[in-house]
């Protein structure tokens, strides 16, 4: 937002307020047309085999562990498993108006930051084999999850299409110490949940994602284990352009378009420990859980609070200014 915005942004709240006090409806400068998807939410997170890392992926995956040397154990994949997220103006006078005008800003301001996020439970971090002997060989069962939201804009009909607004992906390596690594590997906004206006001049947000995996296990002494075993970083796209919507991937090489970098760097965990007495040809119960927060880039948000507050601060006076109101 430039300069100008808070003198806007107040020009609009006092618009807001005459009418209000006229009984006529009143709103804020409407979304930019790629922001603003929160109804009909669906978060979804698949875990990737290594037969679906896609061409593309495993190029991605390559260069993001380049330097951990990982191993390529790639057994047979199992069943990929998702889950989805368990995710008017009035005619009024006076401290009453106030009141609805102070509401309507602290309910726009909520638009400008918003969440999503969901957990997948399963129960097969590990393929398991045995020889001969019964000796039991832990082989890596996933190379990496991929986040993905879909939703309709905030005043869709009933009969538009679900879109798909975000997309992310991660990797997951094992190398020779038996340490993992994961790093996100590409992500693309199409459609943000967080609002942004659709003023002239640039319309970024910013997206944080965080990350954590929650494990259970038995220990040798048949003591039962919960614990979250992984806390990584927060992930941060910073001014992010809505207008343009690009797919932001890790560098392959120096050759490729610094635009359309991601500033990742791996972080690592130990795995996901798994029970002494476990049989089958799996193991390692985990929850992987994601959040990832939207906000627009610009001051609107704090505009808004600001003159939230002010209202607030100054409504005495504001009313005794007002022809025929007075304070109660």
Not at 30 to 58: G, M, Q, R, W
Not at 184 to 211: F, N, R, Y
Not at 251 to 264: G, M, N, V
């Amino acid at each position: 937002m430039k300069t100008s915005g808070f003198r806007m942004l107040l020009s609009y709240t006092l618009s807001v307020y005459l009418a209000a006090l006229l009984g006529a409806c009143a709103s804020f400068p409407p979304p930019h047309a790629n922001t603003f998807y929160d109804k009909d939410e669906t978060v979804e997170i698949k875990l990737l085999s290594c037969n679906d890392l896609t061409p593309d992926y495993l190029k991605l995956w390559t260069a993001a562990f380049e330097k951990q040397n990982p191993r390529w154990e790639c057994p047979p994949p199992p069943e990929v498993e998702a889950f989805a997220a368990l995710p008017v103006a009035l005619p009024i006078l006076g401290n009453l108006a106030l009141d609805f005008v102070k509401g309507k800003l602290d309910e726009e301001a909520s638009r400008y930051t918003q969440q999503f996020g969901t957990t997948l439970y399963n129960p097969k971090f590990w393929k398991v084999t045995s020889d001969n002997t019964n000796k039991k060989t832990y082989t890596q069962n996933y190379y990496g999850f991929e986040i993905k939201r879909t939703a309709k804009r905030y005043n869709a009909g009933k009969d538009e299409l679900m879109e798909i607004a975000f997309t992310l992906v991660y990797g997951l390596a094992r190398d020779s110490e038996d340490i993992f690594w994961v790093s996100p590997l590409s992500v693309q906004t199409t459609k943000s949940k967080a609002k942004v206006w659709s003023w002239d001049g640039a319309h970024t947000i910013t997206t944080k994602v965080e990350v954590g995996i929650d494990a259970t296990w038995i220990d040798k002494d048949k003591k039962l284990h919960k614990e979250n075993i992984a806390k990584f970083d927060p992930f941060v796209v910073d001014n992010y352009d809505i207008d343009t919507a690009v797919r932001l991937t890790f560098p392959i090489d120096k050759t490729f378009d610094a635009a359309k970098h991601l500033k990742a760097v791996p972080s690592n965990f130990a795995g996901v420990p798994y029970s002494e007495n476990q049989t089958g040809g799996y193991a390692g119960q985990f929850w992987l859980t994601v959040l990832v927060t939207e906000s627009d880039s610009s001051k609107t948000k704090k505009y808004i609070m600001d003159l939230s507050s002010l209202l607030d601060k100054n409504k005495d006076k504001i009313i005794q200014a007002i022809p025929g109101q007075k304070t109660k």
